[in-house]
């Protein structure tokens, strides 16, 4: 009797977690290991202070995407058509597809520069993976997926375990975190626009918002949800921290820099040693694998849903073409794009983070408005803090975005 009760009062949180944990897995994705390798190598300990405000934001602004689905039944794109007009919808949507279609290539170019470790040619691995990404999504169940996504998540443990082993220097690691620093250096812009578009992303508040509604959750389950979502934000940016500290440790410490993701797997060695470029690969392919799923996906949802087309990994193709449609289209042409001769495998998957950044403030006004519209939110609008901070948020998004086109122009560089 005891263990019934004990499962019974399990069973709302078991039903709720999901969306937030594999957002927080895909969150760390070949962007964002590339780029959270890149800040270590190349600002040691000095923006770690930015990864502490980055995981509050990060969680405020998924727990208004959360609370919005939950309430509403409606994801986002749905939401913004309906009370902007399809104009708007569009415009959010597009910019959207935008930041998503980089992203996804930045995942299979993660893939191309894991198997070039490996020794395994691009040309045959990128269109493996392309196609293994789409039977799973396309040919498991909803339960089978989301657990499959799920486990995933353990292995970015391993970059924990590193950060611990390369013997950082925990002093300048307490100072970096409590002290911040901030350049108009376009190079510190640049770097500082990846961390913050690699964590925070415009997939995810999409994604975040239609996995709710498909979960189907209820109000009263809302606080299973916003835990999930915290949870997920913590442990997005606690993986960050130690691939920063593990990189800051091995790569800046001794002068060296980071050109392909060999260079990259130097901040493992102390755990694996010679294994480490393997380590480094076989984590690679894991997170890149995860996100080219999430971010096809996710572009699916959000489109069918504001527009008014069937949607839904447990339907099956001639049940809701386009929505497949375009999850195929978009695994098609960014494999496409990266088997393209030459291509800069990390730059792709660092600059996708930034053009991340310039995205987000379009959508952020579009949630602030939404959650605090009581006929769309009822009794579930935002609190003051929650506003405060929301609004906070987006402004310096707004602010990044500008000087990151202006300065430029201006010639304000290194």
């Known amino acids: 009797m005891r263990a019934k009760l004990s499962r019974a009062r399990w069973a709302p949180f078991l039903a709720a977690i999901g969306p937030g944990l594999i957002a927080a897995a895909a969150d760390d994705d070949a962007g964002g290991i590339t780029t959270y390798s890149l800040v270590g190598a190349q ?10 405000i980055i995981t509050i934001c990060l969680a405020i602004t998924q727990e208004m995407g959360a609370r919005m689905g939950v309430v509403t039944g409606k994801g986002f794109g749905d939401l913004i058509r309906e009370r902007f007009g399809a104009r708007w919808a569009a415009l959010a949507i597009i910019a959207m597809l935008i930041a998503n279609l980089a992203n996804t290539v930045a995942e299979l170019a993660g ?14 691995g990128v269109p493996l993976a392309a196609i293994l990404v789409a039977l799973l999504v396309m040919r498991l169940d909803y339960i089978r997926v989301q657990n499959v996504f799920l486990l995933s998540a353990f292995l970015y443990l391993a970059y924990v375990v590193s950060g611990q082993v390369t013997h950082p220097n925990w002093s300048a690691a307490l100072v970096g975190t409590f002290r911040p620093t901030f350049s108009l250096r376009t190079d510190f812009l640049m770097i500082f626009a990846g961390l913050v578009g690699t964590t925070i992303t415009p997939w995810g508040q999409f994604f975040i918002q239609s996995y709710v509604v498909d979960k ?7 606080p299973y949800a916003r835990t999930d979502v915290y949870v997920g934000a913590f442990f997005t940016d606690f993986v960050a921290f130690f691939i920063i500290i593990a990189c800051a440790a091995t790569i800046w410490t001794h002068g060296l820099h980071i050109s392909d993701a060999a260079d990259a797997a130097k901040a493992l060695e102390p755990l694996a040693g010679r294994f480490a470029s393997s380590l480094f690969a076989f984590g690679l392919i894991n997170a890149s694998m995860l996100g080219a799923a999430v971010l096809p996906l996710t572009s699916a949802y959000a489109t069918c849903e504001t527009f008014g087309w069937e949607s839904g990994i447990n339907k099956r193709w001639r049940d809701a073409p386009v929505f497949f449609g375009l999850f195929t289209f978009f695994l098609a042409t960014s494999a496409l794009v990266v088997l393209l001769p030459r291509m800069p495998l990390l730059q792709i998957m660092f600059l996708s983070q930034v053009l991340n950044t310039l995205v ?14 009581r006929s769309v939110m009822g009794k579930y609008t935002n609190s003051r803090i929650f506003n405060t901070l929301a609004f906070l948020t987006t402004v310096a998004m707004i602010a990044l975005s500008v000087l990151l086109v202006v300065l430029p122009l201006l010639h304000i560089s290194t």
């Open 43 to 52: 600002t040691g300990y000095s923006l770690l202070w930015a990864l502490v």
């Open 111 to 124: 893939v191309a520069s894991a198997l070039l470790i490996f020794g395994i040619s691009p040309l045959l």
């Open 216 to 222: 189907r959750l209820k109000t009263h389950e809302l």
């Open 360 to 373: 987000l403030p379009i959508l952020f006004v579009f949630m602030l408005k939404l959650t605090n519209d």
